[in-house]
């Protein structure tokens, strides 16, 4: 059977929300399989690499994931997805100053996101007791954290205690 390229996306589409699914409850064995099954035939889908990528790293195949992730930048070097989970990657392992560059790379790149920018607002405010000028660049790029939706979500789920008047403020300081 031949498809049309019209088909031949829309089946890879379902393929990868089958994959997303089998992420989410915990079948990660099927859904690497579904990531490779549809880089043999769409060997340069890089949102598919990125996923793969990630799902290897979450797996503990850190070797792998970096090597899956750094294909995506033989196919355009400046795809900020990949160099944003490079830099999450170099993070996690303590290199900071190769995630500041990856992630810096990454705000200038291919589909920058603002979780990418608020990445490096971090970085650069640590250093803030070395260097000023990174210190003044992150406290500005910090407050894309508005942009991003994830943080506005996380903030809707912050309590505060509630107070019900069960004592006297007189005097006091809040």
């Not at 790293?57 to 970096?66: I, L, N, P, Q, Y």
């Not at 705000?107 to 405010?125: A, C, E, H």
Request: net charge negative.
């Amino acid at each position: 059977m031949i498809f049309t390229p019209s088909q031949t996306s829309q089946w890879i589409n379902d393929v990868l929300q089958k994959a997303d699914l089998c992420k989410k409850t915990g079948q990660v064995e099927q859904a690497e399989h579904i990531y490779r099954t549809v880089l043999q035939l769409e060997p340069r889908n890089l949102p598919v690499i990125i996923n793969l990528g990630a799902l290897l790293h979450s797996t503990g195949k850190r070797t792998e994931a970096v090597q899956v992730t750094e294909s995506a930048l033989e196919i355009d070097a400046v795809y900020s997805p990949a160099l944003t989970n490079l830099g999450l990657m170099a993070e996690e392992e303590g290199f900071l100053e190769t995630a500041t560059t990856l992630y810096e790379r990454a705000v200038v790149g291919n589909g920058v996101t603002p979780q990418t920018k608020w990445n490096l607002s971090r970085l650069l405010i640590g250093k803030g007791l070395e260097d000023d000028e990174a210190w003044r660049r992150g406290i500005e790029m910090y407050e894309v954290r508005w942009e991003w939706d994830q943080f506005r979500a996380a903030q809707l789920k912050l309590t505060f205690p509630e107070w019900r008047g069960e004592c006297s403020l007189d005097g006091e300081r809040i």
